[in-house]
């Protein structure tokens, strides 16, 4: 079989995904309560690209398979993952073995998602980080019993899923972008609340909007500088919630003040944890509502465009370009 490998990380994005190789090695066996999966497709991630450069929480041992998440068929099956065998999946896995950028993945059965034989193998492809991220992130929202919530990166896909998921819950979204084009993408695809970075009076429109929406928690994707404008912006009693880092900075700009006097907090959240934490029914549960919206058509991934592995190259320097235009596919050849 054949994968894409990471000879060595680079902070230099380019140069790193420059250094990618494609070899071909040993399909691997499945052991007890592994499983085989054919990769029908392996999305392109901002993990992966943190990955690459060496600044993820996850490192492995080089050179390495990037990719954290795809879909495709079972194909073979270790003692005590039989019934899984044919079975359309998608996956996520960030533990030692290789990732997702291959034509073949062995991967421990409580890291797949049997799937809707009606899902679309595409969309499943993105089906296993982002949705339940959203999810999760909503039932945060839910169990502080919040009638709004705010969120940086809006033009990203997560948060697309978080307005999706917040609209069928009753929750209004307070959608953060960069670009000024992207408050009318948004606001044209039914957002109400939009607001700009980049505008002179972005601070006090924030707090004002916060205050009267009466707005508690924020979902921060961006970190650095924006989790302390988030901060500083809500009001008493507020929680930013930090589930991502595309800054590349350190959280920064928080006034102390405001945690000593005025009882705010910021908080993490880590998609596996919270698999792990909740109960098994839940997250089946969840896990058949989400599918279900996306059989429907009433959930999707934005897909802006699919590579084969000889062209990773071309993929990852489109999904750089403009990563809020949906998601890159990596297909094998």
Known sequence: ????????????????????????????????????IKVHAAPVNPSDIAFMSGTYNIVKELPAVPGFEGSGI????????????????????????????SEMVCTNRDNIVVLDEKMDMDQAACFAINPFTARGLVDIALLHKQKCVIQNAAGGQVAAFIRMIAKDKGIEVINIVRKKETVEKLKSDGAKYVL???????????????????????????????????????????????YGGLSNKPVSGVDPLGLIFYNKLISGFNLPEWHENVDPDYFEEASKDLQDKFVTGAYSTTINGSFRFSQIRQALRKYLKDMSAGKVLIKPD
């Open 74 to 101: 079972v194909t073979e099956v270790g003692r005590g993952a039989e019934d899984l065998l044919g079975k359309k999946v998608c996956f996520f896995t960030q533990e030692k073995e290789d990732g997702s950028w």
């Open 1 to 36: 079989m054949k994968k894409i490998i990471l000879p060595e990380y680079n902070t230099n994005v380019i140069k790193a995904l420059l250094s990618l190789k494609i070899i071909d090695t040993e399909i691997p066996e499945p052991k007890n309560n592994e499983v085989l």
């Open 196 to 242: 700009c970075e980049k505008s002179p009076d972005f601070n006090k429109e924030l707090k004002e909007l916060a205050s009267k929406l009466n707005s508690h928690l924020a979902f921060d994707a961006v970190a650095g500088k924006a989790t302390g404008y988030l901060m500083n912006a809500m009001p008493k009693g507020s929680e930013v919630v930090v």
